[in-house]
């Protein structure tokens, strides 16, 4: 009883750190429009009357574990439904909570997103009409097919990934001497703090080399990228790994604090001497880097976040919506507010502040208790005014 308690614990801390990295990327997106570095065709929004470096720190910092951490718990719960509910069970699963989501929202998504970001894009650019010249581009009934994945990136390659380690999973099935093996040398790697930092990081290493660049941008394009499937698959093959030994995850709360500080000092010097650095020292900071937050984090939820908390639980819950349709806002209310005589930062806070109210009360209202809430989360919870009804006697 007490084991079954502990391994229920442990997954209540991964999924909140699943929901709070999902959340982040509200933060990287209302911030990025206030830094004052050139993110290119990746993120063309930028307020032209005021920006702050400082913006861009936060924006990167959180870009840095962000996406690794998420791959990694992804991984992990990728591996639960494949040893738990079989093959089928977790290709059934993914199909439901990823593919179904991704192939509805996107082209939804698309069209809000064009009108946003040529909303606001047009403001900055003093275009008189701003909104109708957004709207023009549906002139063209083309317009409303997604060219992009946009910030649905992350599913699209998440979809891939997991196809490919259902695959790498049956195959080591047939294996299974092999399969124990891996899974005895994994355990003893893991609990060592002094022994993971080393091998893991040699072994990001080892893929910027083979890919050749010291930073991996998000590929928004429909054609697979093998630069970042590698990148992120190195990341999913742990926290799948992980779970087959996931009697040993208390381990990663030894240096937590110690391994997140060290990973924000190595940020600080990335940042501030980025343009200095040759590539060799580029990827051996990142490797390093990467690891401590990956392993420094997730030990802190799992030291912090691993009880039951019926509030961390719905913030979970709601991260999914939060995280499909903030961009929406995102991109939006920059224009918005571009005349306004204030500070970059509490634009930034503003259009981050706004975003989440606008997201979290509509997941409140429109979504937890209702059809979509079920078609994302598979379950729809019941409205208060709902259970109100049903506690109240009959006659």
Not at 59 to 82: E, K, S
Not at 177 to 186: A, D, Q
Not at 360 to 366: A, D, H, N, V
Not at 381 to 388: G, M, N, P, R, W
Request: hydrophobic content about 50%; glycine content about 6%; proline content about 4%.
């Amino acid at each position: 009883m007490k084991n079954l308690i502990q391994k229920s614990e442990r997954l209540h801390s991964l999924d909140a750190l699943r929901g709070i990295m999902m959340l982040l990327g509200l933060i990287i997106h209302s911030a990025i429009t206030y830094g004052s570095a050139d993110y290119g065709g990746a993120w063309r929004l930028k307020d032209p009357l005021t920006t702050h470096f400082t913006n861009d720190y936060i924006g990167l910092l959180i870009h840095v574990f962000r996406m690794p951490i998420f791959f990694l718990i992804a991984g992990f719960f990728g591996a639960l439904l494949f040893y738990d509910k079989g093959t089928l069970g977790m290709l059934k699963n993914r199909f439901k909570r990823i593919v179904l989501p991704f192939l509805v929202f996107l082209p939804i998504l698309n069209f809000f997103l064009i009108v946003g970001f040529k909303y606001s894009m047009g403001v900055f650019d003093n275009d008189v009409t701003p909104f109708l010249s957004a709207l023009q581009i549906f002139e063209n009934p083309l317009a409303f097919i997604p060219l992009s994945t946009f910030h649905l990136w992350f599913m699209y390659y998440l979809i891939l990934i997991s196809l490919f380690f259902v695959g790498l999973g049956l195959l080591f099935k047939t294996a299974p001497h092999v399969s124990e093996l891996i899974k005895e040398k994994f355990s003893i790697v893991i609990q060592n703090p002094f022994i993971r930092l080393s091998l893991f990081p040699l072994c990001s290493y080892g893929v910027y080399l083979f890919i050749g660049i010291a930073r991996v941008e998000t590929s928004t394009s429909y054609i697979p990228d093998l630069n970042t499937f590698l990148f992120y698959s190195s990341f999913y093959l742990v926290g799948w790994l992980l779970f087959k030994s996931k009697d040993k995850l208390d381990s990663l709360k030894k240096f937590d604090w110690l391994s997140t500080v060290l990973a924000i000092v190595l940020f600080t010097v990335q940042f501030f001497n980025y343009n200095s650095l040759g590539f060799q020292e580029l990827i051996i900071i990142n490797s390093l880097m990467g690891w401590l937050f990956c392993f420094g984090i997730t030990g802190l939820f799992i030291r912090y976040a691993s009880k039951h908390s019926a509030r961390m639980r719905y913030i979970s819950d709601a991260s999914y919506w939060v995280y499909l349709v903030h961009l929406i806002f995102s991109a939006f209310l920059p224009g918005l507010i571009v005349d306004y005589p204030i500070p970059s930062t509490l634009k930034f806070l503003i259009v981050a502040t706004v975003t989440g109210v606008v997201c979290f009360t509509s997941y409140r209202y429109l979504v937890r208790g209702t059809f979509i809430g079920k078609f994302l989360n598979g379950k729809k919870y019941a409205t208060k005014k709902s259970s109100k009804m049903k506690q109240a006697p009959l006659g």
